[in-house]
Nanobody, 126 residues
Framework: EVQLVESGGGLVQAGGSLKLSCAAS????????IYWFRQAPGKEREGVSC????????DYADFVKGRFTISSVDAKNTVYLQMNSLKPEDTALYYC???????????????????RGQGTQVTVSS
């Protein structure tokens, strides 16, 4: 059974930082790209960042470039999302997802996924 479990969310003031974790199990980690998505109430899902498990390449949405960093510890099948300089508009449910469509690499566009976690809430106060 594939499981993706997120942790690390919480309440933080604007300008603060949080580090999210995504622990993956039940899948061949190197064959999946791991994504972070977010969704705020009443808004569409947004792709935030991607980690290519096959080659370590990363990708970011423009609205988080320079503020968020995605990384991984292969031995732990875990992907992290370090979020700095948080803004109130970053408030959302953040969830990680796994996709094998590109053999472990991030899709060039139209990020989708095979599996996703339940998510962790991030709330940024002004």
């Amino acid at each position: 059974e594939v499981q993706l479990v997120e942790s690390g969310g919480g309440l933080v003031q604007a300008g603060g930082s949080l580090k999210l974790s995504c622990a993956a199990s039940g899948l061949a980690f190197d064959s999946y790209a791991i994504y972070w998505f977010r969704q705020a109430p009443g808004k569409e899902r947004e792709g935030v960042s991607c980690f290519s498990s096959s080659d370590g390449v990363t990708d970011y949405a423009d609205f988080v470039k320079g503020r968020f960093t995605i990384s991984s510890v292969d031995a732990k099948n875990t992907v992290y999302l370090q979020m700095n300089s948080l803004k109130p508009e970053d408030t959302a449910l953040y969830y990680c997802a796994a996709d094998a469509s590109w053999a472990g690499s991030c899709a060039p566009s139209d990020w989708t996924y095979d599996y996703r976690g339940q998510g962790t809430q991030v709330t940024v106060s002004s």
